[in-house]
Each structure stands twice: as C-alpha cells, then as structure tokens.
C-alpha cells in the first residue's frame, strides 16, 4: 500500500460500515483559510479511491455559499471539468485510480480540491447580474432621447451562417448593452455580420452601473476604434437632460 506519510500527509484509519479500508488524510490546505480540505482513500481491489464524503461542499454552504441558483453549481461544476475528480449531485467528490499511480493521482486530486479555494474567493459569493433589467434601463433611456423611435426587444438578423441576435432595435440601429467583461462578444458579433451584411448600423451600449465604471469606460474607448459604442450611464445622462428640457420648455 502506498503511504503519504512520505510525502507529509498524516493518515488514519477511519471505520466504515462494509468493512473496507478507509484513511482520512490529514492536509494543511484550507478552504478561505478557514476549515480543512477534508481528503479519505479507500483501498479497492486494484485501485484507489479518493473521495471527500460531500464534507466540502459542508464546508462551503457554513460558509454562506447558496446554491439555489443553478449557475452557481454550474460554475462549481466547471472546477473539475478539466481534472479527473467528478463532483456528483449529493455533493461528492470523488476519483479513481490504479494502485500503481497513487501517489500521482493522489497530487491531481488535492490540486483539484486546491480549486475550491479559488473558487470561493472569486465566485462563490458572485451576485448573478440581472442584464434583462438593464437592457429595459437603456431602451428607457433611448426612448427619452429619441421619444418618437420605434423599439424593439432581442431582434434578430439571419445570415447564411447563423442567426444574430442583439439586445435591441432602435429604429435602424441593433444595439447590444453588454456587461463590462463581455464587451468583447458584441465586438466578434459584428465583425462577423459585416462580411455579409456591412451596412447593418450597430452600437454596443457599455453598461458602466452595474460595476467596474472605470474600466467601461477604458473599454468603451478601445472598442470604439471597432464599433460605435458609448457608457449606460452617459446614456441616462442625456435622457434625464432631453426630459428636463421638455420639461422647461
């Protein structure tokens, strides 16, 4: 039997109900420098097995982390996508290997679980931004700016390829209004319409509300080289100031 004690990993023995030979190891990994990876092996007829027993996902939920959104066990999910380990629906993590690779897969299991830790840090607590509300929020604002233009939700153009979808028609402009991390999409979108239909007028509204307003508006500038593009709030903006001049008028 391999032995991680080598390595500097304690082991103990833990009972189990069928009998069979189960260790818990002992590691110094935490998960948001609070509570302990929790890793078992279960020695079978040939193979090993690694496995947390869901005490991981324990772990994240007294943490706070909410799963009732299914994009959040999606992008859990996503962290074992490239590796080995399988994470289950009950929350078990688990993977196996031949006995004579134990102690190398023994490593990719625990970097798998290391994982966690990022994920924690920079997804776990992500509120899921809401983009319908902020698509209404710009159609709003056009419809303050140009109070006679025609608009229309999530139109559609056919090319020989595919279909292209954007967030809005404003007379005879599709505008998109993408977060700031995605910016980037709306760029390729075009770029591909335009090998067949060139004279298509397109705008991507850069939502700057939602977060990173600074760098929207870095983003607004490097991609305006490409497609017409402006800033959410700078929309608002002249819609407030179109509104108020009516107003006094």
Same mark, same amino acid.
């Given at each position: 039997m391999f032995c991680l004690k080598d390595l500097g990993f304690g082991m103990r023995q833990v009972p189990t109900r069928d009998g069979s030979t189960v260790y818990r190891v002992d590691t110094p990994f935490k998960i948001a420098q609070k509570a302990l990876l929790e890793v078992y092996v279960q020695m079978l007829e040939g193979q090993v097995r690694f496995f947390d027993d869901g005490l991981n996902l324990h772990t994240l939920l007294s943490l706070g982390v909410c799963f009732d959104d299914e994009s959040k066990w999606r992008s859990l999910q996503n962290v074992f996508a490239g590796t080995k380990a399988c994470l289950h629906p009950s929350g078990l993590i688990e993977m196996y290997a031949p006995r004579e690779?134990?102690?190398?897969?023994?490593?990719?299991?625990?970097?798998?679980?290391?994982?966690?830790?990022?994920?924690v840090a920079n997804e776990a607590f992500r509120v899921k931004r809401n983009k319908t509300a902020y698509v209404a929020r710009a159609a709003l604002a056009f419809q303050g700016v140009f109070p006679k233009a025609r608009i229309e939700y999530s139109p559609k153009i056919q090319t020989s390829r595919r279909e292209v979808v954007f967030d809005l028609h404003v007379d005879d402009q599709y505008v998109d209004v993408p977060f700031v991390d995605s910016v980037w999409s709306h760029v390729r979108k075009v770029g591909g319409l335009r090998?067949?239909?060139?004279?298509? /007028?397109?705008? !991507?509204?850069?939502? &700057? +509300?939602?977060?990173?307003? /600074?760098?929207? !508006?870095?983003?607004? &500038? +490097?991609?305006?080289?490409?497609v017409p593009a402006m800033l959410l709030s700078s929309l608002e903006a002249s819609a407030m100031k179109q509104t108020a001049s009516a107003t006094v008028s």
């Open positions: 690779r134990a102690e190398e897969s023994f490593a990719r299991f625990l970097l798998a679980l290391s994982q966690l830790e990022f994920w090998i067949e239909r060139p004279e298509t /007028r397109t705008m !991507a509204v850069i939502n &700057d +509300v939602a977060d990173a307003p /600074r760098k929207a !508006a870095q983003e607004r &500038d +490097v991609i305006g080289v490409f």
